[in-house]
């Protein structure tokens, strides 16, 4: 799993699936396109204008529960 920010497109990127091809891609909600494999698997989510949608889009915490 990947997450990019890229400033100068204020997107949010998070790849969930590596290198997989992507074969449709819709925009559940404005701002918010989600990309799907061939077998309807999500494997990225793209956030647009995310400076106004995430909080701090330039920060990411990841964490894992048990």
């Known amino acids: 799993m990947k997450a990019t920010y890229d400033l100068k497109t204020d997107s949010l990127t998070v790849i969930l699936k590596e290198n997989a091809a992507i074969a449709e891609s819709d925009e559940d909600k404005p701002g918010v ?7 309807g698997n ?21 964490q894992t529960t048990e």
């Open 42 to 62: 999500l494997v990225s989510l793209e956030i647009l204008d995310a400076s106004r949608r995430v909080t701090k889009a330039q920060q990411m915490e990841f």
């Open 33 to 39: 396109i989600l990309d799907y494999d061939e077998h």
